[in-house]
């Protein structure tokens, strides 16, 4: 049974990571400011102290602007992943400068314990981290990349808002859900936000 659910998350994975892939660059960066607009919008972001990013890789939603932009925000600290083992970590960085290539050719920042995104800070509920995905429905399902980094972190920082970035050629009519998933808070696509 198990088996099944993974061919049909691979079935889907690969079916909207190709609608995804086949948005040209130009319309990648026109629905990635369009999904920035709608973060900006949203109240918990605006609240936030800390942001957690991804840095964005192959055809995600773009992120990179949106960092340079909130680099800039002093009302706020930006803290980028490096995948470490199984889990990801979030570092704070105060430049894109600080960022090398690591897992899989993404750009990472150095480990540095006194620079790393605590439990203390996120049980402060001042945070929000933006999460990529390959596919989402409706109902705030998710399909990650198959690796389950974030849903590892949301069951160590459950406290911290997640904002999924997700183009709307990549909500599917569902996704099957197991015990361990978790959905993010929202799902932010060019068109607005999903509840």
Same mark, same amino acid.
């Given at each position: 049974?198990? =088996?099944?659910?993974?061919?049909? @998350?691979?079935?889907?994975?690969?079916?909207?990571?190709?609608?995804?892939?086949?948005?040209?660059?130009?319309e990648r960066k026109q629905k990635s400011q369009e999904i920035w607009e709608h973060v900006k919008g949203d109240p918990k972001y605006q609240a936030a102290r800390e942001v957690l990013?991804?840095?964005?890789?192959?055809?995600?939603?773009?992120?990179t602007g949106l960092v340079e932009e909130l680099l800039a925000d002093t009302s706020k600290k930006v803290f980028a992943p490096k995948v470490e083992g199984m889990h990801i970590r &979030?570092?704070?960085?105060?430049?894109?400068?600080?960022? @090398? @290539?690591?897992?899989?050719?993404?750009?990472?920042?150095? =480990?540095?314990?006194?620079?790393?995104?605590?439990?203390?800070?996120?049980?402060?509920?001042?945070?929000?981290?933006?999460?990529?995905?390959?596919?989402?429905? !409706?109902?705030?399902? !998710? %399909?990650?990349?198959?690796?389950?980094?974030?849903?590892?972190? &949301?069951? *160590?920082?459950?406290?911290?808002?997640?904002?999924?970035?997700?183009?709307?050629?990549?909500?599917?009519?569902?996704?099957?859900?197991?015990?361990? *998933?978790? !959905?993010?808070? %929202?799902?932010?696509?060019?068109?607005?936000?999903?509840?």
């Open positions: 049974m198990e =088996e099944k659910g993974y061919i049909r @998350k691979q079935g889907i994975r690969s079916r909207y990571l190709g609608l995804r892939n086949n948005l040209s660059a130009g990013v991804y840095m964005d890789y192959r055809s995600e939603v773009m992120t &979030f570092y704070e960085i105060k430049s894109l400068d600080e960022l @090398k @290539k690591g897992y899989q050719g993404i750009r990472e920042p150095e =480990e540095n314990p006194e620079k790393r995104f605590t439990p203390d800070m996120a049980a402060r509920l001042e945070a929000v981290v933006l999460v990529p995905g390959a596919a989402f429905d !409706r109902q705030r399902g !998710r %399909i990650g990349y198959g690796k389950g980094f974030y849903d590892r972190f &949301f069951s *160590d920082y459950g406290e911290v808002y997640g904002i999924a970035l997700s183009f709307s050629c990549q909500i599917a009519k569902e996704i099957p859900m197991e015990p361990h *998933d978790r !959905r993010p808070d %929202i799902i932010v696509t060019e068109n607005g936000i999903i509840r």
